[in-house]
Every structure is written in C-alpha cells, then in structure tokens.
C-alpha cells in the first residue's frame, strides 16, 4: 500500500509564495516520477511539475520561472517552491507517484492566491 501525504496549501496574496510538500509511505522498490499536478474549477486536472529519480525535472510552461520541484529522502519527498503566485494558480494540488505501471495520488492541498 502507498500512500502520499501533502501539506503546505494555503491563501496567499498575489505575488505571494507557498511550499508544497508530499511525503510517501509504503513498501516498494522505487517511485520512477513525482510530481504535482493541479486543477481548478470546472478545469481539467493538468501537470504542474514532476521530477525523476535521476532528478530531472519537467514543468508546465505556465510555471517555469515561478515555481521549483525538488526531490530528497531517498526520493520519498518532494517540494513544490511557488514563488510570484497568480490568482490564476488558484487550484486543489495533487501529489502523484508512479511506481511500475501504477499512478498514486495524494489527497489534494488547496491553494487560493486572492487579495
């Protein structure tokens, strides 16, 4: 059984910064990605970020520049550093692990940038 627990959401000013985090339990080998992936209202869910074993990291390009994934623990703890947030970051954020052939994910962290 694997399981993914984030924190760190939250309402944040325009401007604003937040760290995201997901840490994931369980017994297995090895997660292959994580990531984050958000979705808003009426929206479908899409990918933020997600970063590899080796660390390499992927980002949508409404992100890149704004926002940081980092990976520690053995590759059981990721980070998602939003900086310069946008109301239109607002969105319930979702940690997901692929292990094998298998997608986990997270119970979802909402974030609501907003003045």
């Known amino acids: 059984q694997v399981q993914l627990v984030e924190s760190g959401g939250g309402l944040v000013q325009p401007g604003g910064s937040l760290r995201l985090s997901c840490a994931a339990s369980?017994?297995?080998?090895?997660?292959?990605?994580m990531g984050w992936y958000r979705q808003a209202p009426g929206k479908e869910r899409e990918l933020v970020a997600s970063?590899?074993?080796?660390?390499?990291?992927n980002y949508a390009d409404s992100v890149k520049g704004r926002f940081t994934i980092s990976r520690y623990n053995a590759n059981r703890l990721i980070y998602l550093q939003m900086n310069s947030l946008k109301p239109e970051d607002t969105a319930v954020y979702y940690c997901?692990?692929?292990?094998?052939?298998?997608?986990?994910w997270g119970q979802g962290t909402q974030v609501t940038v907003s003045s």
């Open positions: 997901n692990a692929k292990i094998g052939s298998s997608d986990y």
């Open positions: 970063i590899t074993s080796s660390g390499s990291s």
């Open positions: 369980g017994i297995f080998f090895s997660i292959n990605v």
